[in-house]
């Protein structure tokens, strides 16, 4: 099993997790609301694990922009 952890707002992968046996606790979606769950993580058929996040280039331009929190997608 693989999580692999993507950015939501520019698509870059920004890493990825290779371990047999991780729990919820470990990777701090027990923080999340069952909402942010389903927004923000996704199985597929084969195990593994998707979640979505923001990369350091988004972060930082959100921090310089906070406009464009209002777009879906960006690219950069």
Same mark, same amino acid.
């Given at each position: 099993?693989?999580?692999?952890?993507?950015? %939501?707002?520019?698509?870059?992968?920004?890493?990825?997790?290779?371990?047999?046996? /991780?729990?919820?606790?470990?990777?701090?979606?027990?923080?999340?609301?069952?909402?942010? %769950?389903?927004?923000?993580?996704?199985?597929?058929?084969?195990?593994?694990?998707? /979640?979505?996040?923001?990369?350091?280039?988004?972060?930082?331009?959100?921090? %310089?922009?906070?406009?464009?929190?209002?777009?879906?997608?960006?690219?950069?």
């Amino acid at each position: 099993m693989s999580i692999h952890y993507h950015c %939501r707002h520019c698509g870059t992968t920004v890493g990825t997790i290779e371990q047999d046996q /991780v729990n919820a606790e470990q990777l701090g979606f027990h923080k999340l609301t069952n909402e942010e %769950r389903e927004e923000l993580i996704q199985y597929s058929e084969s195990g593994d694990i998707h /979640v979505k996040c923001i990369c350091d280039d988004c972060h930082e331009a959100f921090s %310089r922009n906070p406009l464009n929190y209002e777009n879906d997608y960006i690219i950069h």
